[in-house]
């Protein structure tokens, strides 16, 4: 009795655990729970189907003995059956996402069209085949040779070299596997068209603010005071504006840029400056130190490693009320080391730090404003660190203050005397 009730809970169980696998999977790679939980399903039913056809095949010839309607009601059934079984099919075929059943020996047990489009599978040879032998050649090899827990992004497609694909692999039923690749070459299209675009129109505004600004400054103060005031708001927001169009061209070089030339980075004199930049800013109003143990430079782009480091204290200087202090370190850690900064100031809710990188993202669009924010300097570290195979991590209390702590690993250090680490 328990046995029986063991068995009746376990197919659903079972189906329960890989709907939802496929819908996180879903979520992860496509951000549809439902394109994920979708395809499960249909590859649940398919099998099912399958083994259903399997096992009904030797009643299909309805036995001898049967009488007539019997016979009827059994052929009718098997129709049914058996168009239920056409119609997933064609539907998991027409479907746009590539779809490879794999049994669990990783052999190819069925595919749909857009999987022979998009990975190159021709039917019917490439039925029974080894996945991973049959895409030796491609960019998905060392991917299925090397484990496929995570999905595999931006990889160009076999059968077609001009389009890029997501892949990803789910396992479901007995060892089994389905592996999804979706084409997203239209939204890299369009979100190069984005990133064109920003780059553009900020390229067209830096002359005429040049000018404009350029014209603001040569207008006294004295000469019309009467305007004084307005004048003064007027430079403000053209500087602001400036600085708003100069940070969305070093947004844009970066986004574009999937390397840089590596250079020694010397840290004792970047220290000093991006020490004395925060100083200048401060002016008076924070107690700043400076601690260095870490002893190594950084292999890297010095430009970008400054505009990063000075970002995290500038931010600092500007988010931290007048009496609070400031410390900037560079420290050893077993990974590698760490340049952090950390301020006493006005500390960053929980809820927004996953978001702090996101352009324009702001917690207080005033308090950023008045402080002369732009709301990009974040995504630049974030881009300049990634350029340096390094990450940020942030901690930060409301009321208490915030610690922006960049983590580059050994590849990235270059000890003194000219020796590197990775
Ligand atoms: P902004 O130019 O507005 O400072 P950033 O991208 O540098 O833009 O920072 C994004 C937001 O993160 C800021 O608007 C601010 O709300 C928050 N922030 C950044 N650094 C700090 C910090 N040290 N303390 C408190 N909040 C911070």
Redesign the pocket.
């Known amino acids: 009795m328990a046995q029986s009730a063991t068995s009746t809970w376990k197919l659903p169980a079972a189906l329960a655990t890989a709907l939802l696998a496929g819908g996180l999977l879903g979520w992860l790679v496509h951000g549809h729970v439902a394109s994920g939980v979708a395809l499960v399903a249909l590859a649940e039913v398919v099998l099912l189907l399958t083994r259903i056809r399997h096992q009904a095949q030797p009643m299909m010839a309805a036995p001898a003995s049967a009488s007539p309607l019997q016979h009827d009601r059994f052929m009718t059934r098997s129709r049914r059956i058996a168009s239920s079984l056409r119609d997933l099919r064609n539907a998991a075929s027409q479907l746009p996402d590539a779809v490879v059943l794999l049994d669990q020996d990783q052999q190819v047990r069925w595919f749909n069209h857009a999987a022979e489009n998009l990975l190159g599978l021709r039917r019917p040879m490439d039925r029974g085949v080894l996945l991973q032998q049959r895409l030796a050649t491609s960019d998905l090899s060392d991917w299925l040779r090397d484990g496929t827990e995570e999905p595999l992004n931006d990889v160009a497609a076999p059968g077609h070299p001009n389009c890029q694909l997501n892949v990803s692999m789910l396992p479901f039923g007995r060892r089994q596997q389905l592996l999804l690749a979706r084409d997203i070459s239209h939204l890299n299209r369009l979100e190069q068209v984005r990133r064109d675009f920003v780059a553009n129109v900020s390229h067209e505004l830096r002359t005429p603010l040049t000018v404009i600004h350029g014209y603001l400054e040569l207008i006294d103060p004295e000469d019309v005071p009467e305007l004084a005031p307005v004048l003064s708001e007027m430079r403000a927001q053209s500087k602001r504006m400036g600085q708003i169009v100069e940070d969305l061209l070093a947004l844009s070089r970066l986004e574009t840029q999937h390397q840089i030339v590596d250079e020694r980075v010397l840290m004792a004199p970047l220290l000093a400056t991006v020490r004395k930049e925060a100083e200048a800013l401060s002016q008076g109003r924070h107690e700043i130190t400076l601690e260095s143990t870490a002893e190594a430079d950084l292999l890297g782009s010095p430009k970008d490693l400054h505009s990063a480091l000075s970002?995290l204290v500038s931010?600092?200087v500007?988010?931290?009320p007048t009496g609070g202090s400031i410390a900037i370190r560079w420290q050893r850690t077993p990974d590698g080391a760490v340049y952090s900064v950390s301020?006493t100031?006005?500390?960053?809710p929980a809820s927004h730090l996953a978001r702090?990188?996101e352009r324009f993202?702001?917690?207080?669009s005033s308090?950023?404003r008045d402080?002369g924010?732009?709301?990009?300097?974040?995504?630049i570290v974030k881009h300049v660190l990634n350029l340096h195979q390094a990450q940020l991590r942030i901690e930060?209390a409301p009321g208490v203050g915030?610690t922006?702590a960049c983590h580059f690993g050994h590849a990235r250090l270059l000890l003194p005397g000219g020796s590197d680490e990775g």
Do not use: E, Q, V
């Not at 993202?361 to 207080?364: A, D, F, L, N, V």
């Open positions: 970002n931010n600092a500007r988010y931290t301020d100031g006005f500390g960053i702090l990188t993202y702001r917690i207080s308090r950023s402080s924010g732009t709301g990009l300097g974040l995504s930060s915030s922006f």
